[in-house]
């Protein structure tokens, strides 16, 4: 059975850091397409990150320079490093893979990902 299971969520100042992880089993993601997404109340879920199979990365608008995403294929596991962040960045954050790997954001929004985990929250206070 394929899991992706998210973890490192947590209550942050505004201007603080925190790291998801994201560990997959089941199957090996080496060669995926791999993301991290969010959804806060009221709101669609967007892309946030991606990293392609070979190494390429997406990232919002919103997030860049802010967020870093990485991979260890070693482990089977996606990482998200965020700093510098704020209250608009409080969501439910998941985790997703699939074989394809978006270039706009526009992809994203019209194309599932295959697999997905649960998502863990981040809320950040002001």
């Known amino acids: 059975q394929v899991q992706l299971v998210e973890s490192g969520g947590g209550l942050v100042q505004t201007g603080g850091s925190l790291r998801l992880s994201c560990a997959a089993s089941?199957?090996?993601?080496?060669?995926?397409?791999m993301g991290w997404f969010r959804q806060s109340p009221g709101k669609e879920r967007e892309i946030v990150a991606a990293?392609?199979?070979?190494?390429?990365?997406y990232y919002a608008d919103s997030v860049k320079g802010r967020f870093t995403i990485s991979r260890d294929n070693a482990k089977n596991t996606l990482y998200l490093q965020m700093n510098s962040l704020k209250p608009e960045d409080t969501a439910v954050y998941f985790c997703?893979?699939?074989?394809?790997?978006?270039?706009?954001?526009?992809?994203?929004?019209?194309?599932?990902?295959?697999?997905w985990g649960k998502g863990t929250l981040v809320t950040v206070s002001s």
């Open positions: 990293v392609g199979g070979s190494g390429s990365t």
């Open positions: 997703a893979a699939d074989s394809y790997f978006g270039t706009t954001g526009s992809y994203y929004a019209n194309h599932g990902m295959y697999y």
């Open positions: 089941g199957r090996t993601f080496r060669g995926y397409a």
